[in-house]
């Protein structure tokens, strides 16, 4: 059946578009037909390129950020093969029909009934291919939170012009809203408030917070070794004396990076679609660092590149962090950069000179960058060896990964030999994954065992450690996401999040429900894992019946549309705190 649709969705959009040469006369009939097709032939090639590392197909607000482009230069190099000029062979041989042999083309011009009845029939196969494909999927087109199963559905470009719909919608959506939709997610995520642990609510009060992203860093590295040598040395002691959590979860979306920021901060999902960081940059926000800001904290973020990528620039001042110390703040050098920008290790080191600058307490950001794919390194920076496996991309993240293990020891080396570190809480957790599903073989065979959709699943897992002065801390398996990370580290430093609205719970709490959900509405909870539409019992990855997942499912989808609600209608500009 899915054969069948795959065959049949291109087909009725291209004899939607490409038929509307119908209505020209003589060659500009195949001039038009000529540039139709070239058009979507780079449409659809822009997708697989996008697709080759994100797994994942281009939306509007993506293409709005066009200031990223530019830095994607190296990773796009890694994307682009030679043979993709068969994407666009087809094309130059129509140009060259159209240009040099038009004879060999039919010029005639077409009755009023010829063309209607093309059209009928062109109408009829979307239809067609619709109630296919909602046989596949119900509601495919209301739920739209997976684009793989949408794009498998209606094709490519159906996919497009929808999307363009949804655009649209959410621009009108903000101008419709009011305050009154507040009221019930107010109810909602009041309900699920979780007291604090007592004994460590405000044990950090007065303290600073240093939070640090681990670009791309998955928890299947921590513990494991890869040729024989450990990925990870110096977490895994770290492991030892702080708070690690390795049921915690990345809940990022198109926006990566940024979303996981957008995550800790606001303890909102991201949007299904597009980064929020370019698409509700000016919404109100009630972020951690606006809380911190109250309490006398200096709040500053910390990122050695253009200030601009992601909209860090114009969403942080939003987020109210007092400093942005970007690519300016920084002496980059050829030496000290790598694949994307400047080397972690040398990244800490100058940022330790602006922190000792700080009036405290201070919260400061820092967004780790060498450990990006294409997973570049330098031989001198080389502390392990690569993987051997079919993909270079897996083969080579371990040495960075390894490489930023040991930035993070000197970090907090250097955090001791200023007095920092026993006056501070620090945390360190994992943005996104780093291997997309794109190496799943190779994955495979470094796991030793197949990738299934559940194992998929077990690998969003990311690191997460909270490390707290005077307390020793231990291994904490609550299955929870970054969602949870803005109720927990207000709480430790002695400030309430009851009021908020949030939908994260503090990762200390004992009545913590054992419940996280991804941004494709994939869910863990204790005794289950749903995703792909299916339903897996947790501990075993046995496929179970869809019904005893039911109930989560929609308590997931509740939970995704809420957030959803408030960052479309703007709805926090209408909460009085
Ligand atoms: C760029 C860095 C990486 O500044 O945050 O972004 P990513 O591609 O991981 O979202
Ligand atoms: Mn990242």
């Given at each position: 059946?899915q054969?069948?649709?795959?065959i049949?969705?291109?087909?009725?959009?291209?004899?939607?578009?490409?038929?509307?040469?119908?209505?020209?006369?003589?060659?500009?009939r195949?001039?038009?037909?000529?540039i139709?097709?070239?058009?979507i032939?780079v449409v659809?090639?822009?997708?697989?390129?996008?697709?080759?590392?994100?797994?994942?197909?281009?939306?509007?607000?993506?293409?709005?950020?066009?200031?990223n482009?530019?830095?994607?230069?190296?990773s796009?190099?890694?994307?682009?093969?030679?043979?993709?000029?068969?994407?666009?062979?087809?094309?130059?041989?129509?140009?060259?029909?159209?240009?040099?042999?038009?004879?060999?083309?039919?010029?005639?011009g077409?009755?009023?009934?010829?063309?209607?009845?093309?059209?009928?029939?062109?109408?009829?196969?979307?239809?067609?291919?619709?109630?296919?494909?909602?046989?596949q999927?119900?509601?495919?087109?209301?739920?739209t939170?997976?684009?793989?199963?949408?794009?498998k559905?209606?094709?490519?470009?159906h996919y497009?012009i929808?999307?363009?719909?949804?655009?649209?919608k959410?621009?009108?959506?903000?101008?419709?809203?009011?305050?009154?939709?507040?009221?019930?997610?107010?109810?909602?995520?009041?309900?699920?408030?979780?007291?604090?642990?007592?004994?460590?609510?405000?044990?950090?009060?007065?303290?600073?917070?240093?939070?640090?992203s681990l670009?791309s860093?998955?928890?299947?590295?921590?513990?494991q070794?890869?040729?024989?040598?450990?990925?990870?040395p110096?977490?895994?002691?770290?492991?030892?004396e702080?708070?690690?959590?390795?049921e915690?979860y990345?809940?990022?979306?198109?926006?990566?990076?940024?979303?996981?920021?957008?995550?800790?901060?606001?303890?909102?999902?991201?949007?299904?679609?597009?980064?929020?960081?370019f698409?509700?940059?000016?919404?109100?926000?009630?972020?951690m660092?606006?809380k911190?800001?109250?309490?006398?904290?200096?709040?500053?973020?910390?990122h050695?590149?253009?200030?601009?990528?992601?909209?860090r620039?114009?969403?942080?001042?939003?987020?109210k962090?007092?400093?942005?110390?970007?690519?300016?703040?920084?002496?980059?050098?050829?030496q000290?950069?790598v694949?994307?920008?400047m080397?972690?290790?040398?990244?800490?080191?100058?940022?330790?000179?602006?922190?000792?600058?700080?009036?405290?307490?201070?919260?400061?950001?820092?967004i780790?960058?060498?450990?990006?794919?294409?997973?570049?390194?330098?031989?001198?920076?080389?502390?392990?060896?690569?993987?051997?496996s079919?993909?270079?991309t897996?083969?080579r993240?371990?040495p960075?990964?390894?490489?930023t293990?040991?930035?993070?020891?000197l970090?907090?080396?250097d955090?001791?030999?200023e007095?920092?570190?026993?006056?501070?809480i620090?945390?360190?957790?994992?943005?996104?994954?780093?291997?997309?599903?794109?190496?799943?073989?190779?994955?495979?065979?470094?796991?030793?065992?197949?990738i299934?959709?559940?194992?998929n699943?077990?690998?969003?897992?990311?690191?997460?450690?909270?490390?707290?002065?005077?307390?020793?801390?231990?291994?904490?398996?609550?299955?929870?996401?970054?969602v949870?990370?803005?109720?927990?580290l207000?709480?430790?430093?002695?400030?309430?999040?009851?009021?908020?609205?949030q939908?994260?719970t503090?990762?200390?709490?004992k009545?913590?429900?054992?419940?996280?959900?991804?941004?494709?509405?994939s869910?863990?909870?204790?005794?289950?894992?749903?995703?792909?539409?299916?339903?897996?019992?947790?501990?075993?990855?046995?496929v179970?019946?869809?019904?005893?997942?039911?109930?989560?499912?929609?308590?997931?989808?509740?939970?995704?549309?809420?957030?959803?609600?408030?960052?479309?209608?703007d709805?926090?500009?209408?909460?009085?705190?």
């Amino acid at each position: 059946m899915q054969e069948y649709i795959l065959i049949l969705n291109p087909l009725s959009f291209l004899m939607i578009g490409a038929g509307i040469g119908l209505f020209f006369t003589g060659r500009k009939r195949n001039y038009f037909v000529l540039i139709f097709h070239a058009f979507i032939s780079v449409v659809l090639y822009a997708n697989v390129v996008y697709y080759r590392e994100f797994f994942d197909f281009i939306t509007i607000p993506l293409l709005m950020q066009r200031s990223n482009f530019a830095d994607l230069g190296t990773s796009i190099r890694e994307l682009v093969n030679l043979t993709d000029i068969f994407y666009f062979l087809d094309t130059v041989f129509l140009a060259y029909l159209v240009v040099r042999k038009p004879v060999l083309l039919s010029l005639e011009g077409y009755s009023r009934p010829q063309k209607t009845a093309f059209y009928y029939i062109a109408a009829a196969l979307a239809f067609l291919n619709l109630s296919l494909a909602e046989t596949q999927r119900s509601e495919l087109l209301t739920r739209t939170f997976d684009r793989e199963i949408l794009v498998k559905n209606i094709g490519t470009y159906h996919y497009h012009i929808y999307d363009a719909f949804l655009h649209t919608k959410a621009k009108a959506q903000r101008a419709m809203a009011d305050g009154d939709e507040l009221s019930d997610i107010e109810n909602f995520t009041q309900a699920r408030y979780k007291q604090p642990t007592a004994t460590l609510f405000g044990i950090g009060k007065g303290k600073n917070l240093i939070v640090v992203s681990l670009e791309s860093t998955q928890s299947f590295v921590i513990g494991q070794k890869v040729n024989e040598q450990e990925i990870t040395p110096f977490l895994n002691d770290f492991k030892e004396e702080s708070f690690y959590f390795d049921e915690f979860y990345h809940q990022t979306g198109q926006g990566k990076t940024s979303d996981s920021e957008f995550l800790l901060d606001n303890s909102l999902y991201p949007l299904s679609r597009g980064a929020v960081f370019f698409t509700h940059a000016d919404n109100r926000y009630y972020s951690m660092t606006e809380k911190l800001k109250e309490k006398g904290y200096f709040t500053a973020t910390l990122h050695a590149n253009n200030k601009s990528f992601w909209n860090r620039d114009v969403m942080y001042g939003n987020l109210k962090y007092d400093r942005f110390y970007s690519l300016l703040d920084y002496q980059v050098t050829a030496q000290n950069s790598v694949g994307w920008g400047m080397k972690d290790i040398d990244f800490f080191y100058q940022s330790v000179q602006h922190m000792k600058q700080m009036p405290r307490p201070f919260y400061t950001k820092f967004i780790t960058l060498t450990n990006h794919f294409p997973f570049e390194l330098k031989p001198e920076d080389r502390l392990i060896d690569e993987y051997h496996s079919v993909s270079g991309t897996l083969n080579r993240y371990f040495p960075t990964v390894r490489y930023t293990d040991e930035a993070i020891k000197l970090f907090i080396e250097d955090l001791k030999k200023e007095g920092l570190y026993e006056d501070s809480i620090l945390v360190l957790y994992g943005d996104h994954y780093g291997i997309s599903e794109n190496h799943h073989e190779a994955m495979g065979q470094f796991l030793g065992k197949e990738i299934t959709p559940y194992e998929n699943i077990r690998l969003q897992r990311v690191p997460l450690f909270i490390h707290i002065p005077g307390i020793k801390g231990g291994t904490i398996s609550s299955i929870s996401g970054q969602v949870d990370l803005r109720p927990t580290l207000l709480h430790l430093l002695g400030i309430e999040t009851k009021e908020d609205i949030q939908f994260g719970t503090d990762l200390f709490s004992k009545q913590r429900d054992q419940f996280t959900v991804l941004r494709d509405g994939s869910f863990i909870s204790n005794d289950f894992i749903f995703t792909g539409g299916n339903c897996y019992q947790k501990d075993t990855g046995i496929v179970i019946e869809k019904a005893s997942c039911e109930p989560i499912i929609e308590q997931a989808k509740q939970e995704l549309e809420y957030s959803d609600q408030i960052i479309y209608g703007d709805l926090l500009r209408f909460y009085q705190k």
